[in-house]
């Protein structure tokens, strides 16, 4: 879901930057699918030289966001349907595998943070705010990342979750948020009470109707 480069303890290069950036416009829909990205456009709106940003736009297409068309250049990929549901898969597997390595590291202040987030979540929810709802909620869950102690699983996650961001900005509704929280809200419910395959089996159900294609 939204973009998780702030979990990275150390300083990023500047084609790193950069690619969160033209990220987020991409999920702002400030350019769309299909449409082109300007290397010149994004230099000068930066005040920068083209070279980093030719490196976070190659960033971009390894990650599988964007995709260099003959003729055309860079633009934003469209997903399709099968597509979208094989990232979701890929998460879904990904957070479940978290929570396993997660187990045994949930101390008083770990329990904490979570139902904090939990909290923040459901207030989310009660505002009906879609952006900030997918934004939160997509925190909780690298939380269990990050009590996971994993950096591989943190950046495959964050590779799968950067595809369904942009899925869910453009084709999440209230109706769909109320889906997936209906689910979602037995994840931390389950993990705080110790019960991780009830966590995975609510994570599952979860993901499942965040990409529910029939109600998008």
């Given at each position: 879901?939204?973009?998780?480069?702030?979990?990275?303890?150390?300083?990023?290069?500047?084609?790193?930057?950069?690619?969160?950036?033209?990220?987020?416009?991409?999920?702002?829909?400030?350019?769309?699918?299909?449409?082109?990205?300007?290397?010149?456009?994004?230099?000068?709106?930066?005040?920068?030289?083209?070279?980093?940003?030719?490196?976070?736009?190659?960033?971009?297409?390894?990650?599988?966001?964007?995709?260099?068309?003959?003729?055309?250049?860079?633009?934003?990929?469209?997903?399709?349907?099968?597509?979208?549901?094989?990232?979701?898969?890929?998460?879904?597997?990904?957070?479940?595998?978290?929570?396993?390595?997660?187990?045994?590291?949930?101390?008083?202040?770990?329990?904490?943070?979570?139902?904090?987030?939990?909290?923040?979540?459901?207030?989310?929810?009660?505002?009906?705010?879609?952006?900030?709802?997918?934004?939160?909620?997509?925190?909780?869950?690298?939380?269990?990342?990050?009590?996971?102690?994993?950096?591989?699983?943190?950046?495959?996650?964050?590779?799968?979750?950067?595809?369904?961001?942009?899925?869910?900005?453009?084709?999440?509704?209230?109706?769909?948020?109320?889906?997936?929280h209906a689910k979602l809200v037995d994840l931390p419910?389950?993990?705080?009470?110790?019960?991780?395959?009830?966590?995975?089996?609510?994570?599952?159900?979860?993901?499942?109707?965040?990409?529910?294609?029939?109600?998008?």
């Open positions: 879901m939204v973009n998780r480069v702030d979990t990275h303890e150390f300083g990023e290069s500047l084609p790193q930057q950069i690619y969160k950036m033209i990220l987020k416009k991409i999920i702002a829909k400030e350019i769309k699918a299909g449409e082109k990205i300007v290397e010149e456009d994004i230099a000068r709106e930066l005040n920068t030289s083209r070279a980093p940003v030719r490196e976070a736009l190659y960033l971009l297409q390894i990650d599988g966001i964007v995709e260099r068309l003959p003729r055309r250049g860079t633009v934003v990929k469209t997903f399709s349907e099968k597509e979208i549901e094989e990232y979701n898969r890929v998460a879904l597997e990904l957070i479940r595998i978290a929570i396993d390595y997660s187990r045994e590291k949930w101390n008083e202040s770990n329990r904490a943070q979570l139902a904090q987030y939990a909290d923040e979540v459901q207030a989310a929810f009660e505002r009906q705010d879609v952006i900030e709802y997918e934004t939160i909620a997509g925190y909780m869950l690298l939380f269990i990342f990050r009590v996971a102690d994993n950096k591989a699983l943190i950046r495959l996650y964050e590779t799968a979750m950067n595809i369904l961001d942009v899925f869910v900005q453009v084709r999440w509704t209230r109706r769909l948020m109320g889906s997936f419910a389950a993990i705080l009470e110790s019960d991780f395959e009830r966590a995975k089996q609510a994570a599952r159900e979860a993901l499942d109707e965040g990409v529910n294609l029939s109600e998008a």
